[in-house]
T-cell receptor, first 112, second 118 residues
């Protein structure tokens, strides 16, 4: 399973756009990139998933360069409720039964 | 989206006793479920993969005789912490896999169970 590296923490202010970059130099051809959000004492929540280029949904965008060795989660106009830990994971359904290995995550703190 | 529940949400038990945690997929069938443990201010650590109708696969360093996993149906997996000790106090989270369009994979996580061993 590809190892991921993210910043340990980030600070932002309400209304700003936040970009969290994740490095995954050893990503395999059939790996997808998935981001999860976790609030304290809750299970992680799926945010977005992508394979290449750009993916956008109602809460975030995911940018993946051509070499796929990194990815950037973009959160537009964050609010206080976006304060959470964000995890970048790399894996595939056919890879070791779909199990996911969590890295250290990025603790995002949004201030008023 | 798919919903995964856990019961109980929090439990306090005495050292030496056993505790069972249930994980249910409410609106989909999950042939595979995963169990994680999370200590304060740390990331999730995968403990084991639970497969319906077969023995669980444990990660290196996880004692299979201490953390008993049973996946008797497509919607229920249980984790039993046997002879619990204070160092087993942690946040236990389960997840169930959902496979869409063949290669895309995402997991749906339960809300977690806070175990405190006194």
């Amino acid at each position: 399973l590809a190892k991921t590296t993210q910043p340990i923490s980030m600070d932002s202010y309400e209304g700003q756009e936040v970009n969290i970059t994740c490095s995954h130099n050893n990503i395999a051809t059939n790996d997808y990139i998935t981001w999860y959000q976790q609030f304290p004492s809750q299970g992680p929540r799926f945010i977005i998933q992508g394979y290449k280029t750009k993916v956008t949904n109602e809460v975030a965008s995911l940018f993946i360069p051509a070499d796929r060795k990194s990815s950037t989660l973009s959160l537009p106009r964050v609010s206080l409720s976006d304060t959470a830990v964000y995890y970048c994971l790399v894996g595939a359904a056919g890879n070791q039964g779909g199990k996911l290995i969590f890295g250290q995550g990025t603790e995002l703190s949004v201030k008023p | 989206g798919a919903v995964v529940s856990q019961h109980p949400s929090r439990v306090i038990c005495k050292s030496g006793t056993s505790v069972k945690i249930e994980c249910r997929s409410l609106d989909f069938q999950a042939t595979t479920m995963f169990w994680y443990r999370q200590f304060p201010k740390q990331s999730l650590m995968l403990m084991a993969t639970s497969n319906e109708g077969s023995k669980a696969t444990y990660e290196q360093g996880v004692e299979k005789d201490k953390f008993l996993i049973n996946h008797a149906s497509l919607t229920l997996s249980t984790l039993t912490v046997t002879s619990a000790h204070p160092e087993d106090s942690s946040f236990y989270i389960c997840s169930a896999g959902s496979h869409g369009q063949g290669r895309i994979h995402e997991q749906y996580f339960g809300p977690g169970t806070r175990l405190t061993v006194t």
